[in-house]
């Protein structure tokens, strides 16, 4: 039976009456007068405030409504036993009410409408210094915990198109969504580099490689931000985990990471660097430790290299209760007191969530174990946050304006163009797909008529919102040659009956197509594989989809596999059996549309897979950029291989590349060479085609891999078009860090590789010399 625990929160909440003094009835002060400069703003204020008022701009809170649907999805003793969905026990809707009067409280999370966004800041509005609250919530790819928002394809689809224009264009829009709904801060982009697919938040990453995933970290800020976000249409981005989440030991979320500092400078640093060096204005540590550091109280990550190196001027946020896990889970203090010591003295600047952590930093400032000047280096960001996001002029938002901009048309075009763009053609045998017209398609499978396509990240979106892959094709063909067999949708609930049927069905057509592959949706809490701490110990299809698939394809008809998916699905029984294999990923709102216009030909698959997938999970790690001895030697049981390789992706075009040159073959100091290719479409069909440079170092003083990307270029070809790709290359896109630690290009031979994906015999080389 499910419980109400602290359900009086949010209906009381929403009847608050308490009166409104609004800010200008008082005489102006120095900070809240808006021709002052944000600087002078912020020292004014803070010169006013008491520690108490400091601690409460540290201090973030969950919600109302968001806890209220928690309680309303689980029971009470789910509740109890979970760190997953915040509440308070405790504390009550009238508390926390008070709490944001006397200015307790900074900042809230899952904030999921305008009209509570205001109810909350009116509260604020009411406290000494009328300070504005700061609303962030996780917008990862559109603003989806919010209904009615628009979905836009999960990061990792968002990778496969290698588009960085449209993930720049779709963050433009999440931020307009968001504002008109309250929020002002999104955690996002999710910038950790995946090395075990095993983890269920690979779906809302840019996947395994260093460059793709800076590359689209950048874009995704620059969306967001545009510039240092002052206005009232842009957010603040976040970049997260800081560092190694997707490389934790077994794949399991939280668990450790064990790193040089080499892999950590080379590998996952530098989407995080280049994320400062295009503004963003906060971080979140990770949840897990690095090098038996947890990183919230890791003072190596969150000063010397976060702030010393980098020159970070903005704030860090604490990930999901992770300071007090600092006590609780990695026992590296002994107490509550000692882990917000330890993580403020690291860093940390605002926890995420909860009372206990203000209550803390207010004891040790009495007991003299932290300085007041300590908390006003933490406090000034997030007080220049809230002025460059105008909160203290406008803190009030237009509750009309959610209903005009969520789901906005443009907002849906540009979701649908990066669906189209982000579907990877992993096989195509004999040509089998598109599909025609007159041919009698049979569809089944437990993501064939599912939400699923939205991914992780996403609460439940109005009905009329999502197109799924049945509804996806029956509009495209209206003529009734599309027949779908409902056997439900949940990837791990598919009885032998259906299988049984669905195999009667497939006689009756000319081609199957069957859609399977993860469930990622956060609100089903029995039903999902995938997403946030939703590891899987297998990569292969979930339940008995295998069986479905191959019961239909002893029918004799060609199979189409349509995988929608949040990470690497390992089956190699698929690529070595079905006729065809369709990875959408996790495509949003439109992503059956996609799928189905990518079906019939009406789009022509572009992607290119930002992340390998592993023969299996024993394969792990299973990068392109591995070391020169990984596959010196080879495994006694199975293939020494990956299915696919990243950056590999069919079209129904066929691209030819020829003519590659340098215009240079030394380059020293600060010179450059352009490396230059001619790609030809050689078919009747106009396609995109997405150029790749990789870069080899011949010799090295500490060990390479064996490629790296260093460049990426989407080009549109007409039937028999030819067009020259170029790209510059110069010393720091060959540095790396040599034996003591230094960032240097050393003189010696680069091979240059430029083709159609990572893969060996898709890339051609020349060469390069470096003095
Ligand atoms: C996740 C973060 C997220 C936060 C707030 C945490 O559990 O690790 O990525 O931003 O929750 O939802």
New binding site residues.
């Given amino acids: 039976m499910k419980t109400k625990i602290t359900l009086s929160l949010l209906t009381a909440f929403a009847l608050t009456s308490i009166a409104i003094t609004p800010l200008h009835a008082k005489s102006k002060l120095p900070y809240q007068d808006a021709s002052l400069s944000a600087e002078q703003r912020v020292n004014d204020l803070i010169s006013r405030m008491t520690v108490a008022e400091k601690a409460g701009q540290m201090s973030q809170f969950v919600g109302l409504k968001h806890i209220a649907e928690a309680e309303k999805q689980l029971t009470a003793e789910q509740l109890n036993n979970s760190d997953?969905h915040g509440f308070y026990p405790g504390l009550n809707n009238d508390d926390l009410k008070q709490m944001i009067v006397d200015g307790e409280i900074g900042s809230f999370?899952?904030v999921v409408d305008a009209e509570e966004a205001n109810a909350l800041q009116k509260l604020a509005m009411q406290s000494r210094l009328g300070i504005p609250l700061i609303v962030?919530i996780?917008a990862i790819h559109g603003n989806a915990l919010v209904n009615g928002a628009t979905v836009y394809p999960s990061p990792i689809s968002a990778a496969s198109s290698f588009n960085t224009d449209l993930v720049r264009k779709a963050s433009v829009e999440t931020a307009k969504e968001m504002r008109a709904n309250g929020a002002h801060w999104t955690?996002t982009p999710?910038i950790d580099i995946v090395r075990d697919p095993r983890w269920g938040r690979v779906g809302?990453t840019f996947g395994e490689d260093t460059y793709l995933v800076t590359e689209m970290g950048v874009a995704t800020i620059e969306g967001f931000q545009q510039g240092d976000f002052t206005g009232t249409e842009k957010v603040i981005a976040?970049a997260?985990?800081f560092v190694g989440?997707g490389d934790s030991i077994n794949g399991l979320?939280i668990a450790p990471l064990d790193v040089s500092e080499r892999t950590l400078r080379q590998d996952y640093f530098p989407p995080f660097k280049a994320a400062v060096d295009a503004g963003v204005f906060t971080f979140?540590a990770a949840?897990n430790e690095v090098n038996g550091q947890p990183s919230h109280g890791s003072k190596f990550l969150l000063n010397d290299v976060l702030r010393e190196e980098w020159k970070f001027p903005g704030f860090v946020v604490s990930?999901?209760l992770d300071v007090d896990r600092l006590h609780t889970l990695h026992r590296v203090a002994e107490n509550h007191n000692d882990a917000v010591k330890l993580s403020v003295d690291a860093g940390m600047d605002m926890n995420?969530h909860g009372p206990q952590f203000s209550k803390a930093i207010l004891q040790l400032v009495k007991e003299g174990r932290l300085t007041e000047q300590r908390l006003d280096a933490s406090v000034k960001p997030i007080l220049m946050a809230k002025f460059r996001l105008g909160l203290f002029d406008q803190p009030l938002v237009d509750e009309t304006l959610a209903e005009k901009l969520n789901f906005h048309p443009e907002h849906q075009k540009t979701a649908l163009t990066m669906a189209r763009q982000s579907i990877v053609l992993l096989k195509n045998e004999e040509k089998i797909l598109p599909l025609n017209h007159k041919q009698k398609i049979f569809i089944t499978g437990p993501n064939a008529n599912a939400h699923t396509t939205l991914g992780d990240w996403s609460l439940p979106q109005p009905e009329d919102n999502v197109i799924t892959v049945v509804e996806g094709l029956q509009k495209l063909n209206s003529s009734g040659s599309v027949k779908y067999l409902d056997i439900g949708n949940q990837v791990k609930q598919i009885s032998d009956e259906d299988i049984a049927k669905a195999t009667e069905q497939a006689k009756d057509a000319d081609i199957s197509v069957v859609v399977v592959g993860e469930n990622p949706l956060r609100f089903d809490n029995a039903g999902k594989t995938s997403g946030?701490?939703v590891a899987r110990a297998e990569l292969d299809l979930y339940g008995k989809q295998l069986d479905l698939i191959k019961a239909i394809h002893s029918v004799g008809k060609p199979v189409v596999v349509v995988l929608i998916n949040g990470r690497p699905i390992s089956e190699p029984w698929l690529s070595e059996n079905v006729e065809a294999i369709v990875e959408a990923w996790e495509p949003g709102s439109f992503g059956g549309q996609a799928v189905a216009e990518v079906l019939y030909g009406e789009v022509n698959p572009s992607a290119k897979m930002p992340i390998s997938v592993p023969y299996s999970e024993g394969h792990i790690q299973s990068v392109y950029n591995h070391k020169p001895s990984t596959y010196f030697k080879r495994y006694v049981d199975l293939p020494t291989k990956n299915l696919y390789e990243f950056g590999f992706g069919l079209s129904y075009s066929s691209f030819e590349y020829s003519d590659l040159s340098i215009d240079k073959s030394t380059i020293s100091g600060q010179e450059q060479a352009v490396v230059s290719i001619n790609v030809t479409n050689n078919s009747d069909v106009a396609g995109d085609e997405i150029v790749q440079l990789y870069i080899n170092d011949e010799f090295s003083e500490v060990t390479r891999a064996v490629k790296e990307l260093r460049g990426f270029e989407r080009v549109s070809l007409k039937p028999s078009e030819t067009k020259q790709v170029s790209f510059v290359v110069n010393q720091e896109m060959l540095a790396y860090y040599n034996l003591d630690m230094q960032w240097v290009t050393e003189a010696g031979g680069f091979n240059i590789l430029v083709g159609s994906s990572s893969r060996d015999a898709d890339l051609q080389s020349i060469r390069l010399q470096v003095k």
């Fill in positions: 997953a999370l899952h962030g996780d955690f999710n809302e976040n997260k985990h989440g979320n979140m949840h990930d999901w995420m946030e701490n």
